[in-house]
């Protein structure tokens, strides 16, 4: 089956750092563009970065700057690096998957959490 499993979440101060991992399987991962979503406690779900199969990123303008979305094709896995940490940045995040108008697919989320 298709699976996104997100981790690297947790709690951290403002301007602190955290990397999130997203693992993909049973796609094939290189034909995907990818995205962090997040969805903070009452909100609704809004998108924080994507990257296409080529590789070309687009952030939104909350975290542009502080924010890097990659990928690594080998590894079946898309990253979210989140430098100077704010505390509006306090979300489950999401990892999406998106087949050009065939499919799309989600993770579970991972809690992030930016406490002063």
């Known amino acids: 089956q298709v699976q996104l499993v997100e981790s690297g979440g947790g709690l951290v101060q403002p301007g602190g750092s955290l990397r999130l991992s997203c693992a993909a399987s049973g796609i094939i991962f290189s034909n995907y563009a990818m995205a962090w979503y997040r969805q903070a406690p009452g909100k609704q779900r809004d998108v924080v970065a994507t990257?296409?199969?080529?590789?070309?990123?687009n952030y939104a303008d909350s975290v542009k700057g502080r924010f890097t979305i990659s990928r690594d094709n080998a590894k079946n896995t898309v990253y979210l690096q989140m430098n100077v940490l704010k505390p509006e940045d306090t979300a489950v995040y999401y990892c999406?998957?998106?087949?050009?108008?065939?499919?799309?697919?989600w993770g579970q989320g991972t809690q992030v959490t930016v406490s002063s």
């Open positions: 999406q998957a998106q087949r050009p108008s065939l499919y799309t697919y």
């Open positions: 990257i296409t199969s080529a590789g070309s990123t």
